[in-house]
């Protein structure tokens, strides 16, 4: 197997839309300038030119129906691939994904499938202000019947993005976009694909364990280095990969192990993921916690702002991370 | 499930309640169509193939967001695609007048550089003539249709509406005479084609046909409570994951 070193993540999930659309001729994209212009990140950058304006088309400037069409033509039994060009714009869509796609498996007993994947960059940290930086996860993990993905790796990226678009149920796809050219790593030119649903162990440690996803998986990975190499603390990072279905039993392994659980995400804390994982550990790890369940995330305001320190406050870094695990460290 | 019901077998879709969600996903079932046809999947001229899709909805709902983007869509890609809307003048109370500012319901197609065309929802031959034109549109390449069918709710929204807070009786008897089954009865009477016997016997085999179905309804096994745990996923070795 050849594997291209260094790659960006933004390239690793390019190669996976581009090895789906050569794979099956069912497999289309489809969002705003994810045509000729190949994506205002350029996600999609040459695939216009390979595939052909009939399988990679731009869409007019409207979510709810580029997730609508994108729903029929699953039901139709294609394979969209629908870019929503922000995650922050999805809200029109909410409609079409959460009684629609994510219901129709259901209300038709097990008769409709929608094997439909929706891409969308989110997250702060580019400037982007308050409507090109939000976190939208925790509005979707709250709703069976999706898939919720969010990669921080480039392998995973382009393994995850596989699996999605082969998937036959809906997939949420967030990406975070402050690492689509900051994050690189190794990644395989050949077929595979990475399962969605189980974590994956980043770092092993035995002190506590710190659980995250897309950047603040990638950050949580520096700060645990950063505190072995300074303070000799040894930090679990799982990398959940997979917010829905939830893989517990990762979760649960990892702070029976260390006896203490550091949540770290981007979202606005209160009622944002890290609730969903605490209440987790505190129902079913209970006995074997050595500390409280601690949360480090983004402040309870409307949204990130543009201001370039106010945005810094905003997001958990490096830092901020090993300031918070040295403080659950000594707990 | 109630109210969702669908037919995989003869290609008819699980609906909402959400009014309009099913106008853009049409124009996604339609687009497939296209596309299939497009990239070489299929062959245009494929008789078995679906060469359409269609929707219906009633006028109240043409006022969502959906509707407009939906049939952009169509317009768009020049989708063969069908939506018919059924104008029966309430959006359970609320009067067309309070609904929208165009005299027909069509008149929007211009909008999205689709063919529009209002008919008499109560005359059954001019209804089918009309979607026979919608239909060889949507064969022929010519893209999408918004067909208005002009009618009339006889009945209350539902069985805890009471209609008689916003319509007079008058109103709903007057619209009563000139209702499409009545009508076309009429029509095929006066033609000779509907005699008494015949009557009869389609009115019977109907009642029978419904009077079956409830019987069959009422016989049915209630699901076991657990059930509701089931079909949240499609199982992923489900043929539908992998490739052609």
């Known amino acids: 197997m050849t594997t291209t070193s260094n790659m960006t993540l933004i390239d690793a999930l390019r190669m996976a839309m581009d090895e789906e659309l050569a794979r099956d001729p069912r497999v289309f994209i489809t969002g705003e300038d994810v045509g000729a212009r190949g994506g205002v990140f350029r996600a999609t950058q040459g695939l216009f030119e390979k595939y052909g304006g009939s399988r990679v088309v731009d869409a007019p400037l409207a979510e709810l129906s580029i997730v609508a069409v994108g729903i029929g033509a699953a039901l139709a039994d294609l394979r969209p691939i629908c870019e929503i060009q922000f995650a922050d714009f999805i809200h029109p869509a909410f409609n079409q994904i959460v009684n629609e796609a994510a219901k129709m498996y259901y209300r038709s007993n097990g008769v409709w499938r929608v094997p439909l994947t929706i891409r969308a960059p989110y997250g702060g940290g580019i400037s982007g202000a308050l409507y090109h930086s939000q976190s939208v996860e925790a509005f979707f993990t709250h709703v069976p019947g999706l898939k919720i993905v969010i990669p921080s790796t480039p392998c995973d990226a382009k393994g995850l993005l596989k699996s999605a678009v082969r998937d036959p149920n809906p997939v949420l796809f967030f990406e975070p976009k402050k690492g689509y050219r900051a994050i690189k790593g190794d990644v395989p030119s050949d077929e595979y694909t990475v399962p969605i649903g189980p974590a994956r162990i980043a770092r092993e440690g035995k002190d506590l364990s710190i659980y995250a996803y897309g950047m603040m998986a990638y950050y949580a990975e520096i700060a645990a280095e950063k505190v072995a190499r300074e303070d000799g603390i040894d930090a679990e990072v799982i990398d959940l990969r997979t917010l829905l279905p939830l893989d517990k039993e990762t979760i649960l392994n990892s702070v029976k192990k260390t006896g203490k659980a550091l949540i770290v995400y981007e979202d606005n804390r209160t009622m944002g993921y890290g609730a969903e994982v605490a209440a987790l550990i505190a129902d079913e790890a209970f006995e074997h916690l050595d500390g409280p369940v601690k949360r480090l995330a983004g402040p309870d305001v409307p949204a990130m702002p543009f201001s370039h320190n106010m945005q810094e406050y905003f997001m958990p870094n490096p830092d901020t991370i090993a300031a918070a695990i040295r403080e659950l460290a000594g707990y | ?244």
């Open chain 2, 1 to 244: 499930m109630p109210s969702h019901f669908s037919s995989a077998k003869l290609n008819i879709f699980s609906g909402s309640s959400v009014v309009t969600t099913q106008v853009p996903q049409t124009a996604g079932l339609a687009f497939a169509i296209k596309y299939r046809q497009q990239t070489g999947l299929v062959d245009a001229n494929d008789t078995t193939q679906p060469r359409l899709a269609i929707t219906s909805l009633g006028e109240g709902s043409t006022s969502q967001g959906d509707f407009h983007e939906g049939l952009n869509w169509a317009g768009v890609h020049k989708l063969p695609m069908i939506c018919l809307v059924q104008n029966n003048l309430y959006a359970i109370s609320v009067p067309v007048s309070s609904e929208m500012a165009v005299a027909n319901v069509a008149d929007r197609a211009a909008a999205y550089g689709i063919a529009g065309v209002t008919v008499d929802g109560n005359d059954v031959l001019a209804v089918y003539d009309v979607m026979v034109e919608a239909v060889e549109r949507a064969y022929s390449g010519e893209g999408a249709t918004l067909v208005e069918a002009k009618t009339y709710r006889i009945t209350p929204h539902s069985s805890d509406d009471d209609d008689r807070s916003y319509r007079s009786r008058e109103e709903v008897e007057e619209w009563k005479a000139k209702g499409p089954i009545v009508r076309f009865r009429t029509h095929l009477e006066s033609e000779g084609i509907l005699t008494p016997e015949l009557l009869e016997d389609y009115e019977h085999r109907a009642r029978a046909e419904v009077d079956q179905a409830q019987a069959f309804a009422e016989a049915a096994a209630d699901p076991a409570a657990e059930d509701a745990l089931g079909d949240v996923y499609a199982p992923i070795e489900d043929k539908a994951g992998t490739a052609q």
